[in-house]
């Protein structure tokens, strides 16, 4: 694939990876649950725009920047390991998710959070060499159902305002032609 990335792509990019970080701190502060690794995962809220409104290899980069930044800003090692981990996985997910026409973005969002927690813990496993700790994940799979569904409603109605026809109809799992028809 030959991408071009000229100065507004750039620009665009470095712009959406400080809000993913601002998010990503913003969350850090915020004790939501007292629920060790729960978190609100506002940050994806730009991987979805990028995933939905620009295009695959735009969001590959903003996971790689967001858990490389914000694991020198305000984790460490182990919390980029981790990150990557989560972020790696659901990514990949979400691509799949997103091409599939009957999943929506809270779908994909859904998903995402999902399969970030079980790679998160899967890597866990290794890492401490015990099963043990797979007993968290039905805690954890709960808490990501619910903010995945948050976050993927925040996109949604995020994409609307940014670009109510088009978005709209992509957020829906259908194409922008289509959905432009059905209004129209």
């Known amino acids: 694939m030959n991408r071009r990335w000229n100065a507004s792509a750039i620009a665009k990019l470095g712009l959406l990876t400080a809000v993913a970080l601002v998010l990503g701190y913003f969350e850090h502060l915020l004790p939501i649950t007292g629920i060790p690794g729960v978190k609100l995962g506002l940050a994806n809220t730009v991987l979805l725009y990028a995933l939905y409104l620009i295009d695959i290899p735009s969001a590959i980069l903003l996971m790689f920047l967001k858990v490389g930044l914000s694991g ?24 799949a998710a997103r091409r599939m026409k009957s999943i929506s973005v809270v779908g994909v969002s859904v998903l995402g959070a999902l399969t970030h927690n079980v790679a998160q813990m899967v890597l866990a496993c290794f890492v401490v060499q015990t099963r043990a700790i797979l007993a968290y994940l039905p805690v954890l799979l709960l808490a990501a159902a619910v903010t995945g569904t948050l976050t993927g409603l925040i996109a949604r109605y995020t994409f609307r305002g940014l670009n109510p026809k088009s978005a709209d109809a992509r957020a829906n799992g259908k194409s922008a032609e289509s959905g432009a028809k059905k209004r129209g």
């Open 72 to 95: 020198l800003l305000f984790g460490g090692p182990a919390a980029m390991l981790y990150s990557f981990a989560g972020g790696a996985a659901s990514l990949a997910v979400m691509i």
